[in-house]
């Protein structure tokens, strides 16, 4: 898997608060999947044309399968990553999102102030994740199953709908 970490922060865009989710994201991701490559990464102030130029930038010309974001999903009036992930997205992944949520509610009720959304934009899915740390680990262990399986079915593999098929069962009338 290709993946782009993008840390949506303005305090880590001016130099004034390290990133500590992006570096913790590719650290999580890379012990998981000893094959997955972290082939971009980038932080961006929470600004909804920067970050939308990012995520099109890499999702149609750079070969990444998977766009993690970090930051900007909560409350504030400037958290803006899920409309600028909205703007660009062809078709949402809501089942993503929903998992991260339910994941999260078990360890604290503000998950539910988590406006992140997942989608697809051409053959790259895009995940919004959270800034805090302990949320990007729930987040990621709720849908770390599934997307080597996402990856091929993007990439259109010959046998990604196999995982898909029940096993054959005897026919009731012999």
């Known amino acids: 898997m290709r993946i782009g970490i ?75 990553t899920p409309e600028a992930t909205r703007s660009v997205i062809e078709r949402e992944a809501p089942g993503l999102a929903e998992a991260m949520r339910a994941a999260g509610l078990r360890h604290t009720p503000h998950a539910m102030l988590s406006r992140g959304v997942c989608g697809l934009r051409r053959r790259t899915l895009i995940v919004n994740l959270p800034g805090n740390p302990g949320a990007v680990r729930d987040s ?7 997307l080597p399986h996402a990856v091929a079915l993007l990439r259109d593999a010959p046998d990604a709908e196999a995982g898909h098929q029940l096993p054959a069962q005897p026919d009731p009338g012999s």
């Open 6 to 80: 993008l840390t949506v922060s303005d305090r880590s865009a001016r130099g004034e608060r390290p990133d500590t989710t992006g570096p913790l994201i590719a650290a999580l991701l890379t012990e998981s999947f000893p094959d997955c490559r972290i082939v971009r990464t980038a932080t961006v102030p929470d600004e909804r044309d920067q970050i939308s130029a990012y995520l099109i930038a890499w999702s149609d010309g750079d070969g990444v399968d998977i766009i993690f974001t970090t930051g900007g999903t909560g409350f504030a009036p400037r958290d803006v």
């Open 140 to 146: 990621l262990a709720a849908i770390q199953p599934v």
